[in-house]
């Protein structure tokens, strides 16, 4: 990872984002292979940079979400000041007097968000950190994160939600049964789009498409080229030069769910 | 590790469980040790132990033995199911990554846990005294009986006692904990041990095994039993089986053995 960047770690269910997350915390040991954190071995020395919410948020249902957070920072080894900080960095102060068994599930992931930022950390490790959010919530939560981000943090956001990866990750890899089947940006990963031509007379208009560009695809009643975007007037006059009548020419631009069902080779019912 | 200890007093200052088996201990102390010999004081003089106490037991000068009495039994239980508590709860909330993410290592978090059974078993056992204490001097002025009290080395070795009593079952209570990961099960299996199969062992099995016997000596029950007799306790589960030096280094030696135990545990396992 990148000092500073917000890393998304997608992968389908049990694909072992989280195994790989707890191993990094050393939570877990590998059975075989190193584990390096902030190039280290982890231990108490290098968790000390990092933060984390493993597994959706954890904490002692009788004590409040301050309190909480107090008995934390006790086991960070940093100062219970910090504890106002970080609830204000998650708006949770007013309600951070009342005991955690009565947060919302809302309420509950910015606590342990809160948890993970008590040690002001180089890295903060987030696994699926919106679950459960409403919209409301999941946009404040990728507005925290960019400004975590923002501020140098680095942000390693492990999530199945690619929307959540696509608006705030500036790179992902993409994990597949234990492997990193794809590491790479967010565009990259969109990239290989294709002009989507809707044209009659259909098998004219692939002859003609055929005979000037090379390759093309049919889907359906559509045709599709592998051409720059840019190329969408020409094609149209050349097509209508042809005596063809284009009813529908736009760019298509695969989706991150296409992208990363053929990565992982699993199907739209599966994921 | 001082922060670390801080953490989790709070942990378990706040938990209202802690509470409530402080005030059962207590109440089932004075009920047993003071309210029931007491209204039986004139009608019962046989019976099981404990049944037929007299007021010389109840006085000022023998509360050591009248507060050391429940240990081998139900205080024991209880400082067992709270030592459970304090570890067991990690898994049962799954806060033992939420702690382990912060940072502090895990022999840390582990001697915080067993330094604070230690101190709440200690708290628990100077409540313990002071309500006896007091139970006997109420005793004392309703029978007209004069305020003397034990000497301060008797009343120190009692506490010294108690305490060590209390942290074993407490740090046996740890380990059941760390070793089954979960709540339940460690209380159940640590309280058919202490209540049931020890009394078993004790009242059927050993008087017809000579070997059982034996092995009773070496066992912490009759251990914390024959400690607390030494004091003058008078209970279910309280005999002089060994004198008072070996019981005490008995239990020392299951306290260690619990301590490390459990330490190994927690540090080689994987928290899932």
Known sequence: ?271 | MLRDIRAELTKQARRPATWLLLAVAVVLTLTFGYAVPYAGLSGATSGPPGSGRGLAAMLPDAFVGSALGGLPIFVGALALIFGVLVAGSEYGYGTWKTVLVQHPSRVAVYGAKLVTVALATLAAVLTLFAATAGASALVASLEGQALTWPAVSDVLLGLGAGWLVTTMWGALGVLLAIGLRSVALPIGLGLVWLLAVQNLLASIAAPLLDWVAQLQKVLPGPNAGALAAAFGASAPGVGQVVGSGQATAVLAGYLVVFGVLGGWLLHRRDIA
């Not at chain 1, 970080?86 to 919302?104: G, N, P, Q």
Request: charged residues 25%; neutral net charge.
């Open chain 1, 1 to 271: 990872m990148r000092a500073g960047e917000v890393y998304g770690f997608l992968g389908p269910n049990g694909a072992g984002k989280t195994t790989t997350l707890r191993m990094l915390l050393g939570l877990i040991r590998p059975t075989s292979g190193r584990v390096r954190l902030l190039g280290a071995e982890p231990g108490p020395a290098s968790l000390a940079r990092v933060g984390a919410l493993i597994e959706g948020p954890a904490f002692y249902p009788y004590l409040s979400g301050r309190a909480n957070l107090r008995v934390l920072a006790d086991h960070a080894g940093v100062r219970r000041t910090r504890v106002e900080e970080v609830l204000d960095v998650v708006s949770l102060t007013e309600r951070a007097k009342d005991r955690y068994s009565t947060y919302s599930l809302g309420m509950k992931q910015r606590l342990g968000l809160a948890a993970a930022l008590l040690k002001d950390p180089e890295l903060v490790v987030l696994d699926e950190p919106t679950n459960g959010l409403d919209p409301a919530g999941m946009a404040d939560m990728r507005v925290t994160l960019r400004k975590l981000a923002a501020g140098g943090c680095t942000v390693l956001l492990s999530s199945h939600l690619l929307a959540e990866v696509e608006q705030i990750c500036d790179r992902v890899g993409v994990l597949d049964r234990g492997r990193l089947v794809a590491e790479t940006t967010v565009a990259d990963l969109r990239s290989g789009g294709a002009l989507r031509v809707v044209a009659e007379p259909l098998e004219q208009a692939r002859d003609h498409l055929r005979h000037r560009y090379g390759g093309v695809r049919v889907d359906g009643r559509a045709l599709e080229l592998d051409v720059d975007p840019g190329e969408a007037g020409r094609v149209n006059a050349g097509l209508v030069g042809a005596g063809c009548t284009v009813t529908e020419l736009r760019w298509h631009e695969p989706d991150l769910e296409q992208t990363f069902l053929a990565l992982t080779g699993g199907t739209p019912d599966a994921a």
